[in-house]
């Protein structure tokens, strides 16, 4: 079977409902294909700054009115999220967080992986403003402490850099090229070879392994 890249179009800040649910089914599937699948995870950015942001659903458009979304979130989920930041110390931003992900990346795609799930548990559950540069080295420092392959001096050496600030510029780039409004998404690839498949929404892990068998196929 060739190779595939699975990539994974995701925000932060907004609670993504089922966002748990896939990083399991993501993971199944590396264990499932082992190398011949690569995960990379695509930020999708969303929340540049306040000033020019709607969500026309949630009728959000101040810090504020995004609590009582999470609130609604946890009560009907049943995911655990600690809405207090919205009221104490909410994100200007979700982009200096999406270019920590990025950055983390240059060291490896799975360290970017561990490191936006560090990101998600300090601003859903710590209630930490993650659109703090403090908070993101310090979390990266956490990182570094339960493994020895992060380098956290050299995330805090790159976070500021071209390099990684061009990465997620790169990733939004895609996100508007391809069209995607809905998260979270997953974009299929057949490596070397001009095709892929996009789903949107949560989707099971039978269903994936079927579509990766139907692009493999064609």
């Known amino acids: 079977m060739p190779g595939i ?8 800040i907004r609670f993504v409902a089922g966002a748990g649910r896939l990083s399991r089914v993501i993971q199944r599937l590396v264990n499932e294909y082992g190398k011949r699948l690569s995960v990379r995870y695509c930020m999708g950015g969303m929340l540049s700054g306040w000033n020019n942001y709607h969500d026309t659903l949630h009728a959000v458009s101040r810090p504020i009115q995004m ?20 009221f104490t110390d909410p994100p200007a931003s979700s ?6 992900v990025k950055c983390a990346a240059l060291q490896s795609e ?5 490191y936006l799930f560090k990101l998600r548990t300090a601003v859903m559950l710590k209630a930490k403003n993650i659109a703090r540069k403090d908070v993101l080295i310090s979390t990266a420092e956490e990182l570094a402490k339960e493994n020895p392959l992060f380098d956290a001096g050299k995330f805090a050496a790159q976070l500021t850099s071209q390099q990684a600030i061009d ?26 070879i001009r095709k892929s498949l996009l789903l949107t929404g949560n989707r099971p892990f039978e269903a994936i392994t079927s579509c990766i068998d139907q692009l493999v196929a064609e």
């Open 67 to 86: 609590g009582p979304v999470w609130m609604q979130a946890k009560q009907l989920t049943g995911v655990a999220l600690n809405d207090t930041i919205w």
């Open 95 to 100: 982009y200096p967080a999406c270019v920590a």
């Open 167 to 192: 990465a997620f510029r790169a990733d939004m780039q895609e996100t508007k090229y391809r069209g995607i409004h809905r998260f979270p998404s997953l974009l299929l690839q057949v490596r070397d």
């Open 5 to 12: 890249i699975l990539k994974w179009f995701i925000i932060l």
């Open 110 to 114: 799975q360290l970017a992986a561990q």
